[in-house]
């Protein structure tokens, strides 16, 4: 498994963290998703063959924030 923190803008309160948390979990080999409000960051646990990088951006993106 592979672990990486990505930079998201725009959250601005729980529902936001739970949205961001939901597009993160539902794609296929992720594995855990810790979205912190007070960081503006997600840390995410996901399997490299199945997932990239940019694939979790994009699903962060298409969820209506920002990635940095």
């Known amino acids: ?5 990505i930079g998201v803008g ?3 309160c729980q529902g936001c963290v739970n949205a961001v948390q939901g597009a993160l979990s539902r794609l ?4 855990a998703v810790e979205v912190s409000l007070e960081k503006q960051e997600a840390k995410v646990r996901f ?3 199945q ?3 940019a694939a979790l951006r994009s699903a ?4 209506g924030f920002e990635t940095r």
Request: aromatic share 0%.
């Open 28 to 31: 296929p080999g992720v594995a």
């Open 47 to 49: 399997d490299a063959a």
């Open 10 to 12: 725009g959250m601005s």
């Open 60 to 63: 962060i993106e298409a969820a």
């Open 1 to 5: 498994m592979d672990e990486t923190a």
């Open 51 to 53: 997932q990239s990088l």
